[in-house]
């Protein structure tokens, strides 16, 4: 089978075009923003090189082809020089998640950009993710060196599952996972949620946001994400940047207090 690495917003990347080809890319192209290399050989050993452009997400995957159209069949992504992979057994730095039906196994848009919005810091900052799955994006910050983290999701199958990753990757005694947000105020907070959910919830999150702290939204469309920033701003936060891909989008805010 052809394998596949790709390397989100790295289109235009020049560097990261010939660091594909040393790792053996017999081919490269570009879909939207992202820069794909294809190869002959096993890609394992592209998940194990020092390259990773700041603030971005590579995601390995074989390609199948199915009648006619390539699948990814993903292995593994990494971003901030943290591998992300769904398996056992990986080496220590490694986060290796237990997914199953649980949302959040690293390689969608949303979970990406919102991935990248954590690795970009600040790295020691406690983090609350609102609507945590497996865990993934609490569990990243926590390796990148945040001091505590708290998932919370409504659905117990998830909070099981990011409290047995939290347990798998040694990082449980700074993991908490609950149900509700809780009344503690966060310097960071990120929520992958549904366009509805986050404006549901606009107000508690703006609410629990501690003095100078940084919210990111994402789980939603480019069509519905006005709404959303305005039911934000309405709830006195500041938007300071975001980014999309694949037709999703990420909002970021600041809290002006
Ligand atoms: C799109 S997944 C995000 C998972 C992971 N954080 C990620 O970024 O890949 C959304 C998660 O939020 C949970 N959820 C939905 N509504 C919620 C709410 N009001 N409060 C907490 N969790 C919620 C769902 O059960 C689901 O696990």
Redesign the pocket.
């Known amino acids: 089978l052809p394998l596949v690495a790709r390397i989100h917003g790295a289109a235009l990347d020049a560097d990261a075009a010939s660091w594909l080809v040393d790792q053996g890319a017999s081919e490269l192209a570009a879909e939207d923003v992202d820069l794909l290399g294809l190869f002959d050989q096993p890609l394992q050993l592209a998940l194990h090189q020092e390259y990773w452009p700041a603030g971005r997400t590579l995601v390995a995957a074989e390609l199948l082809d199915w009648g006619g159209v390539w699948r990814p069949l993903a292995v593994g992504v990494e971003v901030a020089g943290i591998r992300i992979r769904q398996q056992a057994g990986g080496e220590a730095d490694d986060l290796n998640l237990v997914v199953g039906d649980?949302?959040?196994?690293?390689h969608?848009p949303?979970?990406a950009m919102?991935?990248e919005w954590v690795a970009f810091g600040p790295a020691d900052a406690p983090l609350l993710?609102?609507?945590?799955?497996?865990?993934?994006?609490?569990l990243l910050a926590l390796r990148l060196g945040a001091t505590r983290a708290r998932?919370?999701?409504?659905?117990p199958a998830?909070r099981e599952c990011a409290a047995q990753n939290a347990a798998a990757n040694g990082l449980a005694d700074r993991f908490e996972v609950q149900?509700?947000?809780g009344d503690a105020s966060w310097p960071r907070i990120?929520?992958?949620?549904?366009s509805g959910?986050v404006v549901?919830?606009a107000y508690d999150l703006a609410a629990r946001l501690a003095s100078g702290g940084s919210l990111a939204v994402?789980?939603f469309s480019v069509e519905i994400a006005p709404e959303v920033e305005r039911a934000l701003l309405r709830a006195g936060l500041r938007r300071v940047g975001g980014d999309d891909r694949l037709g999703w989008v990420r909002l970021d805010f600041a809290a002006p207090w």
């Open positions: 649980v949302f959040g196994s690293a969608h949303t979970t919102c991935l993710d609102v609507g945590t799955g497996t865990g993934v994006l609490a998932g919370t999701d409504l659905d998830a149900s509700g947000l990120v929520a992958n949620l549904s959910t549901e919830l994402s789980g």
